[in-house]
């Protein structure tokens, strides 16, 4: 798309360049009326070709936009699910990937009565800093 808006742009270059050659001629009556209403109408052309380019290079970015897909959690992802390259729809039911969460990370682990109980004693002595109920 970016290609074709160059040449589009050129095109409107040369026929900017075409007209205002042609426009003295005409009025000192060089030309005929004709070769200028060509020149006046190939500019006109070239201009809206310049603009439908533009607007395939921004539909181009846009689609092109569609094809990074961004998780919306940060962590490490597993493997992939789909492969490279593999054609994925909106209403695709397959998983592409996992993400897991690293920050903040919750643990669950099970202790014994006696455990927490001497856990608790080392707090109390000093031996041992619990982390703060807040979290």
Known sequence: AKG???QQQA???????????VIPLAAQNALS???LDDATGNEKSAEAAVIAAQGEVQTAEL??????????LDGLSSFARQQDGSYVTASAT?????????DPMWVNFSLS???????????????????????
Do not use: F, H, M
């Not at 095109?11 to 050659?21: D, F, H, S, W």
């Not at 397959?94 to 690293?102: A, M, N, S, V």
């Open 4 to 6: 074709q808006l160059a």
């Open 11 to 21: 095109r409107l270059y040369v026929t900017k360049a075409n007209l205002a050659r």
């Open 33 to 35: 009326k004709k070769d």
């Open 63 to 72: 689609n092109l936009s569609y094809t990074t897909i961004k998780s919306p």
């Open 94 to 102: 397959g998983l592409l990937t996992y993400i897991y969460q690293l």
């Open 113 to 135: 009565e006696n455990e927490l109980l001497k856990v608790r004693s080392d707090a109390a002595k000093g031996l041992l800093r619990l982390p703060s109920n807040s979290d």
